[in-house]
């Protein structure tokens, strides 16, 4: 997959699902493929699939999250981010996805910067782009005071 040949990956991934159905990985992965290609049904039906093979699978919520709220399914997005952090509650992508879901389309603004400021906390290095996120909220949240 990070060499970018995706076909070979898939069809290498197909295999693997057909062979050990049992596995999440391989689902989780072609659903990885699938996102970044564009094919949000293909990707969301992989993401699923994992799930339902290994329901402990916090990528493949965070992806069914970022799916749904594309679709505009805000309530269903805000579930599946927090499924993905009940299950790891460390994963700092699914705390900046929910981060962006409470700020930009639900408008609970101390939520959202609650997680942003969680995502930054669990970072190797800040995001510089969060970062101004951040100020911005905060300048946000004291002007509707």
Same mark, same amino acid.
Do not use: C
């Given at each position: 997959?990070?060499?970018?040949?995706?076909?070979? %990956? @898939? &069809?290498?991934?197909?295999d693997?699902? +057909?062979?050990?159905?049992?596995?999440?990985?391989?689902?989780? !992965?072609? /659903?990885?493929?699938?996102?970044?290609?564009?094919?949000?049904?293909?990707?969301?039906?992989?993401?699923?699939?994992?799930?339902?093979?290994?329901?402990?699978?916090?990528?493949?919520?965070?992806?069914?999250?970022?799916?749904?709220?594309?679709?505009?399914?805000?309530?269903? %997005? @805000? &579930?599946?981010?927090?499924?993905?952090? +009940?299950?790891?509650?460390?994963y700092?992508?699914?705390?900046? !996805?929910? /981060?962006?879901?409470?700020?930009?389309?639900?408008?609970?603004?101390?939520k959202?910067?609650?997680?942003?400021?969680?995502?930054?906390?669990?970072?190797?290095?800040?995001?510089?782009?969060?970062?101004?996120?951040?100020?911005?909220?905060?300048?946000?949240?004291?002007?509707?005071?």
């Amino acid at each position: 997959m990070r060499n970018g040949d995706n076909e070979q %990956a @898939k &069809a290498v991934l197909l295999d693997l699902s +057909k062979t050990y159905p049992e596995l999440s990985g391989p689902y989780t !992965n072609l /659903g990885l493929i699938y996102f970044r290609e564009g094919k949000i049904d293909e990707a969301e039906a992989s993401f699923l699939q994992a799930i339902k093979v290994n329901p402990k699978s916090a990528v493949s919520y965070n992806h069914l999250g970022i799916i749904s709220r594309g679709k505009g399914k805000f309530q269903e %997005a @805000k &579930a599946h981010y927090q499924q993905a952090l +009940k299950i790891n509650d460390d994963y700092a992508y699914a705390h900046l !996805n929910i /981060g962006i879901l409470y700020d930009l389309y639900l408008g609970e603004l101390d939520k959202a910067l609650d997680h942003y400021n969680r995502f930054q906390s669990l970072s190797p290095e800040k995001d510089p782009e969060v970062e101004k996120w951040i100020v911005d909220l905060e300048r946000r949240i004291k002007t509707s005071n």
